[in-house]
């Protein structure tokens, strides 16, 4: 017999406090994949993943092609019914200055609500919502499942192409919930419908063969720093538009996101005007974006009183649903090659890119994802969304699995902070998306069975 709402409810409530201590348990875990990190933390995090799915009951396996270890645990499908594929990562992005964090990032602590610790939302609270599901159901699971954890999704997914050839079939699913995007609100759920893609790329200028004296050669000799600055600021007219040929851009995104709520959720300063034209979710949605990330150059408590010959700046393009990454990269290096001034000389190299993505979210798998939210959300519709943020890889799911409906769906919220400071998770919301997830698979159990 199968477990009605108010039995996975009940399952749910039972189960959280053993799923909060288990996501306290993977916090504490540093699992960093980036270069010139302690990898050994890393498989440590693979190991406890693989331990919690085992503990679920799945056959469970540790694989390495090449990069940091991702987990995939298997649970055949009851017959006639469909199979899940539950996607999470448990790697996690480096904390950055400590001093910027309230309380240690790597020892979950709570307050007000919320559980803080780096990945506390993103992405091992995902880890968790699928553990949840899987716990509320037991030995009664009306779906069968595959549970894939990549372990360096952060740092890029650089052996995720390689794993999911090689193991095209095992993960093969009539459904793929991919929990690492948020939710639209607190109290107002959302499936992600689409993203935005990257392109990640270098500029260096360079304007002479070493530093010389500013005094003695400055006025007729350009600085490679004052040359960089002036050609970042060809990137975007004066209103902050988009000043480069050849990306492409829509307006019409359907859903208001009033700028109060907007600037108080990005945390700007009073006074800072938004740039750019339109509405805020065509400009984070379906609009390209150009931000500089970070420049090359001494730091000023130890700077000369020298030219510096060259200067270099990583530039990062987010890419509108429908745009090409190798064509936006070949738009913005001819703009950076065509605007620099003075005669220097500008070397652009491309660091990373990834496709932008739109899910057409119609049909079953999808009405019963709505549905499950609706019911874990006590009634709230969940909200259809766009995400400004980018995760390439859904595009590859795309390519080898055309007949699955791909669900993104996620853990957190506006004031998460994934990737900055202080990242949180809201726990009541937590315990909603568990719910919501374990309705989802008992809704598509009864949607899509043949039996």
């Not at 996501?23 to 540093?30: A, C, M, S």
């Not at 007219?237 to 995104?253: H, K, P, T």
Request: hydrophobic share 45%; glycine share 10%; with cysteine.
């Amino acid at each position: 017999m199968s477990l009605s709402e108010t039995d996975l409810r009940t399952a749910v409530a039972r189960e959280f406090p053993g799923v909060r201590a288990d996501l306290e348990r993977l916090v504490r875990i540093p699992g960093i994949a980036f270069e010139g990190f302690d990898h050994s933390h890393v498989e440590r995090s693979a190991e406890a993943v693989a331990e919690l799915l085992r503990g679920c009951g799945l056959e469970t396996q540790i694989v390495v092609r090449g990069g940091q270890p991702a987990v995939i645990g298997r649970k055949a499908a009851p017959a006639g019914a469909p199979t899940v594929l539950l996607y999470a990562h448990h790697d996690v992005q480096p904390v950055g200055d400590v001093s910027l964090w309230t309380s240690d990032p790597f020892e979950p602590v709570e307050r007000d609500g919320r559980l803080y610790g780096r990945g506390a939302a993103d992405d091992k609270a995902g880890v968790m919502a699928h553990v949840a599901a899987l716990r509320a159901f037991g030995d009664q699971l009306p779906v069968g499942v595959v549970v894939f954890v990549e372990g360096e999704e952060e740092y890029g997914s650089e052996s995720l192409d390689a794993i999911l050839e090689e193991f095209r079939e095992e993960l093969r699913s009539d459904v793929i919930v991919i929990a690492d995007s948020g939710n639209w609100d607190i109290g107002r759920p959302a499936l992600t419908t689409s993203l935005r893609g990257l392109v990640n790329l270098f500029a260096e200028v360079s304007v002479l063969k070493a530093a010389v004296h500013s005094g003695m050669f400055g006025g007729p000799v350009p600085d490679a720093l004052t040359s960089l600055a002036r050609l970042l600021s060809t990137l975007h007219d004066e209103s902050g538009e988009i000043a480069v040929d050849g990306l492409v851009g829509r307006e019409g995104a359907s859903v208001d996101y009033p700028a109060d709520r907007f600037r108080h959720e990005a945390g700007m300063l009073d006074g800072v005007e938004l740039v750019g034209k339109g509405s805020i979710t065509d400009r984070i949605w379906t609009k390209p974006s150009i931000s500089v990330l970070g420049i090359d150059a001494p730091r000023t408590f130890e700077a000369a009183n020298a030219l510096q010959p060259k200067a270099k700046a990583k530039i990062s393009v987010r890419l509108a649903p429908g745009d090409d990454p190798k064509s936006a990269y070949a738009a913005v290096k001819a703009h950076l090659e065509k605007h620099v001034a003075w005669g220097a000389q500008v070397e652009v190299t491309l660091e990373a890119d990834g496709e932008p993505c739109v899910i057409d979210a119609t049909g079953p798998a999808y009405e019963a994802a709505r549905a499950a939210f609706r019911t874990a959300w006590d009634g709230t519709d969940p909200v259809d969304m766009g995400v400004g943020g980018s995760i390439p890889f859904i595009a590859t799911f795309q390519q080898l699995f055309p007949q699955a409906a791909i669900l993104v769906t996620g853990v957190e919220d506006p004031y998460s902070a994934a990737h900055g400071p202080d990242e949180s998770l809201h726990l009541g919301e937590f315990e909603r998306v568990c719910v919501a997830e374990a309705l989802l698979l008992k809704n598509v159990a009864e949607t899509l069975s043949t039996k």
